[in-house]
């Protein structure tokens, strides 16, 4: 064997090989598979909102002549004609595609008859295609009317041997009838199903007014209409952006009714579901929050369905409210659904956009104008082509002698005809093939009633493709016609989807779902709060931090709000059932709230709603105040007592219903007795003076009833009462006098 020698070329590469850059290949490959994922499987058209898979299902249904009349015939045979003709992909794929078409839970419209298992709201899948059978629906047929008209395009099929359409004549506008959902490469599409009657009513408003808004269509189109029904619980702000924008969502619940039943006792019964939403999943979820104990006032689950759907809900005891079960439902299962809205679809079949209520709308209009137009044309072909034939026939019945004559003694008739009485060639012919019978008196009558009036509809249609407005009277007209097919009186154009507000319930959810339990609220001199179980009465065994001591003890519930005012005029609002245990010392109150590391705690008392308190500031300014207008609803507090330092918040005492004094003691120890009226209430501000002061500030104040006397505590914990105050009694913004005897030196009452 030879050696090789080193100094041979290497092979030389096949001069038909074409060299090409991996990565300008694969952009262009990938392109061409996003451009017909996006065009001819994802995503619909807006003017029969169809994509290429339906639109091959019902052109093939009818060429089988499935009408909603004619036998059934089996899928399969659909399937495979679908497949083999039309749309070379995955016979499963044009099942699944032929079967959502047929399911009245997943189509508000239906589009197929079905025969069969073709699935059910529960998540069951259906029969094979071999077992199922279909055949189109009065719905389908109004989307494919007038397709032997000449009015929509055809193509060729995927080997060039057939036609099929490139878009339906679609009379009414199914995209947003039927709705669509689809992702393509980049970009998806998902749009909610609408009631047909509501959208020929804006259609028809936008023919009348072509600048109408999306507000103005709203008024029409009022949301969704799902094939399952539900509430929509969108403000109507939200809904209308959705549609002007083509993005958005809309929230749906099911629809429950309360069943009372025997000696008190009741249950809900749930009767639609939201969309999209599998029956079975729905309740297997749910028993599973149950068994984590995070549904606590659901007792159980029952699912008494037939035909129509019926989930019965038992609550835990009979003392629960039906809409606070219903809402911790809502909260935490599929009970209350979101659905997108994505109005991401095919503009003129070719280019991909996010169009607006008002946009599909008026291309869909646009299409039925070209359908209009389309279908004129052919009809006027139609009638040209007869009034030629008739014109023929009565040219013959004018010279019928002749024309025997020369049929009977030519041998070749027809150019003898032509050049005798100047014929077409179409003419000729039918003349030659015009039958004995036909030369009647009374036939050439008929002819000539016909001929006047194909006559008489050719000019009106002439008038009619030079007339916009007459256009547009006609869709109009047509519009009409379809909308009373899908009127709301009858079953299947009844609004199913109604709208409401969420009632507002999240106080009283929030306490329903913590159990009520006493506690002892403990706060101490330097902020560190905790909770106690049960009321404790002697407080002197609790402990503190060193350097700490108690100042607040109070006895509440885990379903209480907590309220602490600070030196700086504001109200915290705490919740009980949150407050850290009590082992240990607790934690700071800073840790809950935005209370300044200056700031001290002036007052920690339980929210009564409906209760009043007493406000002021150390220069002796203040006035009376709500607690409702107290409760803060974040950590940052809630400005109550307007004060500017060194000026600081220093009394919050409460005001008892029929109470009609104030007391106020300053820090001169000077006291001052005046009428409650003279203290205004207010939601916040700085305040009246309440006393006047030479030196010092107010130091604490109290609301009493002057006929049972003003009391006090001094610091053994030992209570006086005076119940003669006419030496004190005074005007707001007084100085006031010394106290009587025995006041404590503190100066305050408690």
């Known amino acids: 064997m030879s050696k090789k020698k080193s100094h041979e070329m290497p092979p030389q590469r096949p001069p038909e090989i074409e060299a090409v850059e991996l990565k300008e290949a694969l952009e262009e490959r990938y392109l061409a598979y996003a451009l017909s994922t996006i065009m001819h499987r994802a995503l619909p058209d807006v003017r029969d909102g169809l994509k290429p898979v339906h639109r091959r299902l019902l052109h093939v249904m009818r060429l089988l002549r499935l009408d909603p009349n004619a036998a059934f015939k089996k899928s399969a045979k659909i399937v495979g004609d679908v497949m083999g003709g039309y749309h070379p992909h995955g016979d499963q794929s044009i099942y699944d595609a032929l079967v959502r078409l047929a399911q009245d839970f997943a189509s508000r419209y239906p589009l197929v008859d079905g025969q069969g298992n073709f699935g059910n709201i529960d998540g069951d899948g259906p029969a094979a295609y071999r077992y199922t059978e279909a055949r189109m629906t009065e719905v389908a047929g109004l989307l494919l009317d007038g397709l032997d008209e000449e009015t929509v395009e055809l193509r060729a099929n995927y080997d060039g041997t057939l036609q099929e359409p490139v878009v339906l004549p679609g009379a009414f506008p199914n995209l947003l009838a039927n709705g669509s959902t689809g992702i393509a490469v980049g970009m998806a599409t998902n749009i909610p199903p609408h009631n047909a009657a509501e959208l020929c009513d804006a259609a028809l408003h936008l023919i009348k007014f072509p600048n109408a808004g999306v507000e103005k269509l709203t008024q029409f189109v009022i949301g969704p209409d799902f094939p399952t029904g539900g509430i929509v619980i969108d403000s109507r702000e939200s809904v209308v952006e959705a549609y002007k924008t083509g993005r958005g969502g809309f929230r749906v619940r099911a629809r429950w009714t309360q069943e009372e039943l025997g000696r008190g006792g009741w249950q809900v019964v749930v009767t639609e579901i939201p969309y999209l939403v599998q029956k079975s999943r729905l309740i297997e979820r749910v028993a599973e929050l149950m068994t984590e104990k995070k549904l606590p006032l659901l007792g159980d689950i029952r699912d008494e369905s037939a035909e129509d759907v019926r989930i019965v809900l038992e609550p835990k005891t009979r003392n629960i409210d039906a809409t606070l079960l219903m809402e911790q439902l809502f909260r935490n299962t599929e009970f209350e659904s979101r659905i997108p809205l994505n109005m991401n679809v095919l503009s003129g079949g070719k ?400």
């Open 351 to 750: 280019v991909p956009k996010v169009m607006s209520l008002r946009d599909v709308l008026r291309e869909w209009l646009d299409h039925r104008k070209d359908v209009l137009v389309r279908r004129t044309n052919f009809r006027l072909s139609e009638i040209a082509r007869r009034l030629e034939t008739l014109g023929g026939y009565l040219i013959a019945y004018l010279n019928l002698d002749e024309v025997i004559r020369i049929i009977r003694e030519e041998d070749e008739p027809k150019p003898r005809l032509i050049q005798r009485f100047e014929l077409t060639d179409v003419q000729a012919e039918a003349i030659l093939n015009m039958r004995l019978r036909a030369l009647r008196k009374l036939e050439e009558m008929e002819i000539r009633k016909e001929n006047d009036a194909l006559t008489k509809e050719q000019k009106g249609l002439k008038g009619l493709l030079k007339s916009d407005e007459q256009q547009w009277a006609k869709i109009s007209d047509e519009i009409r016609e379809v909308k009373e097919k899908f009127s709301k009186k009858t079953p299947l154009g009844k609004r199913r989807t109604d709208f409401a507000e969420a009632p507002d319930v999240e106080a009283e959810l929030e306490e329903m779902l913590i159990e009520k339990e006493p506690i002892t609220v403990v706060c101490s001199e330097k902020g560190w709060i905790r909770s106690m179980k049960g009321h404790i009465e002697d407080a002197s065994a609790l402990t503190y931090k060193e350097g700490d001591r108690g100042k607040f003890v109070l006895s509440a519930m885990t379903t209480d709000k907590i309220m602490l005012f600070s030196s700086s005029g504001k109200f915290f609002t705490l919740d009980g059932a949150r407050l850290p245990g009590g082992r240990g010392h607790g934690e700071p109150v800073r840790l809950m709230a935005d209370v300044d590391a200056a700031d001290q705690i002036v007052a920690l008392f339980v929210y009564q709603p409906g209760s009043k308190r007493l406000v002021a500031s150390t220069e002796g300014d203040g006035f009376i105040v709500g607690e409702d207008d107290c409760v803060a609803t974040t950590r940052k507090g809630k400005q109550v007592l307007n004060v500017k330092a060194p000026v600081e918040a220093q009394v919050c005492v409460p005001v008892p219903d029929k109470a009609d004094h104030v007391a106020t003691v300053g820090e001169n120890r000077k006291l001052l007795i005046f009428r409650r009226s003279e203290v205004p209430e207010m939601a916040r501000g700085k305040g009246v003076r309440l006393q006047k002061f030479k030196d010092g500030g107010l130091s604490d104040a109290q609301v009493f009833i002057l006929k049972e006397g003003l009391s006090w505590l001094d610091s053994s914990g030992r209570s006086f009462n005076v119940p003669e105050l006419a030496e004190w009694l005074g005007e707001r913004a007084q100085a006031g006098r010394l106290p009587p005897k025995g006041f404590p030196k503190s100066n305050r009452f408690n």
